[in-house]
């Protein structure tokens, strides 16, 4: 029983570390291009089931909507409320230790969301758990060692490189992993 409890309150005062998402460019652009052309290429009806990881301030539960698509999140605090009051079903829980039950979604979308987790093989266990057979899981995530040094923003415990995720995706059991590159000029340089 130690260790679980020297892990709850390791995790506990993790939830300190959390910080409201900017709501910023490029991500705000990306999301809107992205979005469309995820629903187009993996042919996703209109009434599917999306779980948007990390909702944020609702800007891909938005675009899903606008797609057709049935779209819930995933998370906390002040950015939470502000999808909440646009109607969407926001869960307010930890993304490694999910309630929602298994083969739920069409399509779980993840974008800067993996980073955060500390157990990152875990997480890509849970959202493969909960993903449909067939289903398409997105993930976007930082590089590590570019000009934004992503590896050292304050809850980012998990920036690893693209080998690195592709490793725990095929370990999880995700066979068909397309992978590309979205760079662009920071101010600090680029983000590569």
Same mark, same amino acid.
């Given at each position: 029983?130690?260790?679980? !409890?020297?892990?709850?309150?390791?995790?506990?005062?993790?939830?300190?570390?959390?910080?409201? !998402?900017? $709501?910023?460019?490029?991500?705000?652009?990306?999301?809107?291009?992205?979005?469309?052309?995820?629903?187009?290429?993996?042919?996703?009806?209109?009434?599917?089931?999306?779980?948007?990881?990390?909702?944020?301030?609702?800007?891909?539960?938005?675009?899903?909507?606008?797609?057709?698509?049935? *779209?819930?999140?995933?998370?906390?605090?002040? @950015?939470?409320?502000? *999808?909440?009051?646009?109607?969407?079903?926001?869960?307010? !829980? $930890?993304?490694?230790?999910?309630?929602?039950?298994?083969? @739920?979604? $069409?399509?779980?979308?993840?974008?800067?969301?993996?980073?955060?987790?500390?157990?990152?093989?875990?997480?890509?266990?849970?959202?493969?758990?909960?993903?449909?057979?067939?289903?398409?899981?997105?993930? @976007?995530?930082?590089?590590? !060692?570019?000009?934004?040094?992503? @590896?050292?923003?304050?809850?980012?415990?998990?920036?690893?490189?693209?080998?690195?995720?592709?490793?725990?995706?095929?370990? /999880?059991?995700?066979?068909?992993?397309?992978?590309? =590159?979205?760079?662009?000029?920071? /101010?600090?340089?680029? =983000?590569?």
């Amino acid at each position: 029983m130690r260790n679980f !409890e020297r892990l709850n309150s390791f995790l506990d005062a993790r939830l300190k570390d959390i910080y409201p !998402e900017p $709501d910023i460019e490029p991500g705000i652009s990306i999301t809107k291009l992205t979005v469309p052309k995820l629903i187009q290429t993996h042919k996703i009806k209109p009434g599917a089931k999306i779980l948007d990881v990390g909702c944020g301030h609702g800007h891909a539960l938005r675009a899903f909507r606008q797609e057709g698509c049935e *779209a819930i999140g995933i998370g906390f605090g002040e @950015e939470a409320e502000n *999808a909440r009051k646009d109607g969407f079903e926001i869960i307010e !829980e $930890d993304m490694s230790f999910s309630n929602l039950p298994d083969a @739920e979604f $069409d399509l779980v979308w993840c974008r800067h969301v993996l980073e955060h987790s500390l157990f990152p093989y875990f997480t890509l266990n849970e959202m493969f758990r909960i993903l449909k057979a067939n289903g398409v899981f997105y993930m @976007e995530v930082p590089a590590p !060692e570019t000009s934004c040094h992503h @590896e050292a923003n304050q809850n980012h415990y998990s920036v690893l490189s693209k080998n690195g995720w592709n490793s725990l995706l095929y370990r /999880t059991g995700f066979e068909k992993i397309i992978s590309y =590159d979205i760079d662009f000029e920071a /101010t600090t340089g680029p =983000d590569k």
